[in-house]
């Protein structure tokens, strides 16, 4: 099994619109405001012809332009939007030429979610160009509802004042809430954009190690090649899907048994695409879902409270130097605590 031949997935990065901070997308225009103010903000405004006969949230959106129309909107519906002095009672209200139109920014969780904070995590290389960083469970990578607060990006923004510099503060890839081990995060814009570049390229490569439920039966090496979309019973967790029937995109995981009991198995998972959950819904597929992984149907077991899965190895040539990047994150103590459990021991694999 080769190593090179794995992927991790990414997102695309995009030029940053005019009037929005550096690594922040339109979308996520609400969260910027904690980093221009220290308080509330009041802004006003004398409506021109362009604004004239305008909805006042769309109004706003052109004269509060480095701002979301959702976030403005929630605004206006506290109260916090006054024309002509009063306060705005609808969203739809239209505005005329020469009104006096005023908002307030106020803070809420998502505008202070790109905030510097000390966040803990292991950082096991460090340049001037990148950082390798060996992710706890439980370390959220990037905010999102339900966790605003607390993530590696707060902690890469503390860590580093330029991070503010770069999309999502350098992170190309990610993992689950629940899954430890490597991840790779570039610290100028030069490395990021190389490094995007070597990921769809399938130049940054990355092992993964899983506990299953079941003993596995059949061939010790096994490549899914199912294709990945949102449940259509579920929309909160993905699932392998027929794509002449519904949305998904190819995928494929190559699996290599290591380890079996009658509990269970301990698996090498490569992946050759970078879908969501992939190796989560590619095990549950087999019949073999993650150890805890209540998502994906799989049984707590071996003492595991949390989805057993665990980045082990990460290699790619550094985007500057061309040198051979070689790394490899010990098992958690929650995985070594499950292989003792089971009677299983792991040594390790070759990259190779």
Not at 99 to 117: G, N, R
Not at 207 to 214: E, T
Request: net charge neutral; glycine share 8%.
């Amino acid at each position: 099994m080769k190593l090179s031949e794995s992927i991790i997935s990414t997102e695309t990065t995009t030029e940053t619109p005019a009037g929005i901070l550096p690594g922040h997308s339109k979308s996520e225009a609400d969260t910027d405001f904690a980093q221009d103010f220290d308080t509330n903000e009041t802004r006003d405004f004398v409506c021109s012809e362009a604004q004239h006969g305008l909805r006042v949230d769309n109004a706003l959106v052109q004269l509060v332009s480095e701002f979301s129309r959702s976030y403005l909107k929630q605004l206006i519906e506290q109260g916090s939007a006054r024309l002509n002095g009063q306060a705005v009672v609808k969203v739809a209200s239209k505005v005329k030429a020469g009104d006096l139109l005023a908002i307030d920014l106020q803070a809420t969780p998502q505008s202070q979610a790109f905030k510097p904070e000390k966040v803990d995590f292991e950082v096991i290389f460090e340049d001037e160009h990148l950082l390798v960083i060996n992710k706890p469970v439980g370390l959220v990578v990037h905010p999102a509802p339900g966790n605003w607060s607390g993530t590696l990006l707060n902690g890469l923004l503390e860590r580093d004042q330029k991070a503010v510099l770069l999309p999502r503060a350098g992170i190309v890839h990610r993992l689950d809430k629940d899954t430890s081990g490597l991840m790779v995060v570039a610290r100028t814009r030069q490395v990021m954009d190389a490094l995007v570049e070597k990921i769809a390229a399938r130049e940054v490569n990355r092992l993964y190690l899983a506990l299953g439920n079941r003993t596995w039966t059949g061939p010790k090496e096994r490549d899914v090649s199912e294709s990945i979309g949102r449940d259509p019973r579920n929309r909160l967790r993905m699932a392998v899907v027929s794509l002449d029937k519904s949305a998904g995109k190819t995928a494929k995981t190559s699996l290599k048994l290591l380890q079996n009991c009658e509990q269970g198995c301990l698996v090498l998972c490569r992946l050759h695409t970078g879908r969501t959950h992939q190796i989560r819904v590619h095990m549950a597929h087999i019949g073999h879902p993650l150890v805890a992984d209540s998502v994906y149907g799989g049984a707590q077991a071996a003492g595991m409270l949390r989805q057993a899965l665990h980045a082990e190895q990460l290699a790619f040539e550094h985007p500057v130097t061309g040198q051979a990047m070689h790394f490899v994150a010990p098992l958690p103590l929650d995985i070594k605590q499950a292989l003792a459990n089971w009677g299983l021991s792991y040594n390790g694999v070759s990259a190779k």
